[in-house]
């Protein structure tokens, strides 16, 4: 490490250089990367839901391209209503890479003209009788719950954005011009769902939110790092180095092509906490050096020499905890994992490179009255006191310990695996009221589809397969998160009523094979389109449509159970596949579980790998694991607790938790280790190592709970979880390295000669 740190001194004005030519040429890729999510991009392409889901959107089109306008009117069959919402319609119509616009002017009834099919407009002129249009139509099963409500005041405009064209910019400019339309009608009550418009909205505001709250806190660290060091240096090079690291980090998304989304983008409020933590232990070091006499050359040098190694070992075993998620099979964690330990790694050699340069251009004042030195002392006192009471009573504190730790991870037990298609936003969040509202005025947003494939032509026109798939959609009404399911055979029963009224009465469905072949002919020739929507063109497969509430994954994959169950039942000849946004949701929430264990798994049999080669002692290798495991207990015990879910964003919480309870156990041990080689004794060796790596751990605590609690307001659920949940794992970890770790040395006597090895030389 000499050599390196007399490189970098030496060289400070190109290294320096190096840093402004960087930063210069970063600007172009931080002002062009996108921002976009999909829950199709968090499964591998080869993934079988995956699979299903793209086999559905080939033949019977995509779930997630329409956007939904309500309208809420007094009388939405209105002569002067449905004239405004003609007109609505038609400058709708002009937006650019909107395909298709469908309203309740598209709502056709079917009629028998002398034996002839015939669909025809319910709005063809003037409304001669209000009454019978409103029953008429309130009982058409592919109006009503679509177009308009049992009451007649609600309805809806659907909106298709071209599938392939369904990207961020294109849905913005959409989005744009169809509010400025709205925004022209003069007292229309609106309401805006629809999976393409909140995933533009999430975005935006989740882009503002991450704006907002890394401005807010780096507000509060510089405001704390003034307290703690009372200089400009201590301000500006931390907070400079963390801008650096999130700026370089984005550059390196945008050069290998990847974009924010879900979850790379708290990848900046990470960072901008725990990047931090290097340049605060190397300053801590340099003020220790200071205030004992060195000079301010010798004392920059030291602290690159004594704790650039140790730096370099936490930077790399947090990293490591982070690029585990790399084993995940859900696409945005593997990014997050590999760009957050990326990130880690560019803090390092920030820190190592432009710390050491950047002292020089501050000035400092004599070590005997360097400024923060009573915060300095006040921590000392603190510090002197957890080592004496460690000491005296480090059996209580390691039994009180566990069995706090143990009480409080009970709590797991309660711990759900659950994600929602609006995941991360609250329930009464504006972002999707919206859509709350035009799910009880008229029908939920969220498809569930099921496709039923006989596996020969002409297959569906069996009568009894009919009057199976009929039954299915009385058991799929039954469940209560399902509220309207349409198919083939709703279809099938609407023609036989219009062509064959009196038989219709007596059997909803046609009871011949020849019959159905007659109808589905009848209905090529009068709406093609509307047979497409729920069969193929060799008439094997049958769709069946519904309409789900936001119930969640967990009661999603009860209810897919309980239906596969039926089905296997049921249709034990066919094949059936189940798909649709929900059951992406679904089977998203079950492969988080599988990744998040094998990627702390994983973390865990690296660390004590790393462990291992670094103490060569089994005693030690237990000492440094326990204390890493308390933050994860504690932290699945408090969400089990108080009811939060596990799911894509706060399954990411028990990797930063993993990560930077780490990096303070490795500086504590690491600094433990160096003081047993200078010959110490186990207490004093803990000692020394309490009152100097201890002051770090406490200044890097509390700028990473000013970073991460400002989070803890945050509108979305999953930056709220990671605030209030990260605060509680930093505070976990200052009790585990600083009574909990000196008392279980103080209990195992681990055999100091058994440390081999150097990370520095003088204290």
Not at 214 to 238: A, H, Y
Not at 355 to 360: G, I, K, S
Not at 693 to 706: C, E, H, M, Q
Request: negative net charge; aromatic residues 10%; glycine residues 6%.
């Amino acid at each position: 490490m000499e050599r390196l740190a007399d490189f970098i001194i030496s060289n400070r004005r190109p290294v320096l250089a190096i840093a402004v030519i960087l930063v210069f040429a970063s600007i172009y890729p931080v002002l062009n990367v996108e921002a976009d999510f999909s829950l199709e991009g968090f499964f591998p392409e080869n993934d079988p839901t995956i699979e299903a889901y793209q086999r559905f959107s080939e033949e019977f089109g995509r779930d997630d391209n329409v956007i939904a306008i309500g309208l809420s009117h007094a009388d939405v069959l209105e002569t002067d209503f449905i004239e405004k919402l003609r007109s609505l319609v038609s400058a709708m119509e002009e937006i650019e890479n909107v395909t298709e616009v469908r309203s309740l002017l598209d709502a056709q009834r079917l009629r028998n003209l002398d034996g002839r099919l015939v669909a025809e407009p319910y709005f063809n002129g003037t409304i001669p009788d209000r009454q019978a249009l409103l029953a008429e139509i309130t009982a058409d099963p592919f109006v009503q719950g679509l177009f308009i409500n049992n009451e007649a005041d609600f309805t809806a405009i659907y909106l298709a954005i071209d599938e392939d064209l369904n990207l961020f910019p294109v849905r913005e400019q959409i989005i744009g011009d169809m509010m400025r339309i709205l925004g022209e009608q003069n007292g229309l009550e609106y309401y805006v769902a629809g999976i393409p418009y909140f995933r533009n909205q999430y975005v935006n505001v989740l882009n503002s939110e991450i704006i907002f709250y890394i401005s807010i806190s780096s507000v509060l660290i510089i405001l704390l790092l003034w307290f703690l060091f009372r200089n400009m240096q201590g301000i500006v090079i931390p907070i400079l180095i963390v801008w650096l690291t999130i700026l370089f980090t984005v550059v390196i998304l945008w050069a290998s092509g990847g974009y924010f989304e879900i979850l790379t983008s708290t990848i900046a409020p990470i960072l901008l906490c725990v990047g931090v933590a290097d340049s605060v232990h190397m300053l801590s070091k340099y003020r220790d050096n200071r205030m004992a006499g060195v000079e301010k050359a010798p004392a920059v040098r030291e602290s690159l020499i004594v704790l650039g190694s140790a730096t370099f070992l936490t930077s790399v075993t947090t990293a490591i905890g982070f690029a585990t998620l790399l084993t995940s099979n859900v696409v945005p964690m593997r990014t997050f994992g590999l760009y957050t330990a990326i990130g880690v790694m560019v803090a390092y050699v920030i820190t190592i490179f432009l710390l050491p340069n950047l002292m020089p251009y501050f000035r400092d004042t004599e070590p005997g009255g360097l400024p923060g030195a009573r915060v300095h002392n006040a921590i000392g006192n603190f510090l002197q006191a957890t080592f004496r009471f460690s000491l005296r009573y480090h059996k209580a504190v390691v039994i009180g310990t566990l069995i706090v730790t143990a009480l409080i991870a009970t709590g797991i037990g309660q711990l759900r695996v659950n994600g929602f298609v609006f995941d991360d936003v609250g329930r009464d969040s504006p972002l999707i009221a919206d859509s709350y509202i035009i799910g009880e005025r008229l029908s939920p947003q969220f498809p569930l589809e099921i496709i039923i494939d006989t596996g020969e032509e002409n297959g569906i026109t069996d009568p009894e397969l009919l009057a199976r798939v009929a039954a299915l959609e009385e058991k799929l009404i039954s469940f209560d998160e399902i509220d309207r399911s349409r198919s083939l055979t709703t279809l099938m029963k609407q023609i036989h009523r219009t062509m064959q009224p009196e038989e219709a009465a007596l059997s909803p469905l046609p009871d011949s094979r020849a019959l159905l072949a007659q109808y589905l002919l009848l209905m090529e020739i009068t709406d093609a389109d509307a047979l497409d929507r729920f069969t193929d063109f060799t008439y094997s497969q049958i769709r069946v449509s519904a309409q789900t509430q936001d119930a969640g994954s967990w009661r999603m994959n009860q209810v897919r159970a309980d239906l596969m169950e039926y089905i296997a039942a049921h249709f034990p000849n066919e094949e059936i596949t189940m798909t649709g946004t929900t059951i992406l949701v679904a089977d998203l929430t079950d492969n988080i579980v599988r990744s998040l264990a094998s990627s702390i798994g994983l973390a865990f049999v690296f660390i004590s790998l790393i462990m291992a080669w670094l103490f060569r002692n089994f005693k030690l290798v237990i000492i440094s694991l326990l204390p890493n495991i308390m933050p994860l207990l504690v932290i699945a015990g408090v969400m089990g607790y108080f009811g939060i879910d596990i799911k894509p964003s706060t399954a990411v919480i028990f990797t930063i938790a993993f990560g930077i309870a780490v990096d303070d156990s490795i500086h504590f041990l690491a600094r433990f280790r160096i003081e047993s080689r200078r010959g110490r004794t186990l207490i004093d060796a803990v000692r020394v190592t309490t009152e100097k790596t201890g002051r770090a751990i406490i200044l890097t605590s509390a700028i990473l709970l000013v970073g991460f609690g400002t989070l803890g307001n945050s509108e979305f659920d999953s930056t709220m979880y990671m605030g209030q949940l990260v605060s509680i794992t930093i505070f976990t970890a200052i009790i585990a390295d600083l009574f909990f770790l000196p008392a279980l040395i103080y209990w195992f006597k681990p055999d100091m000669r058994a440390l081999r090895g150097e990370f520095g030389e003088r204290d």
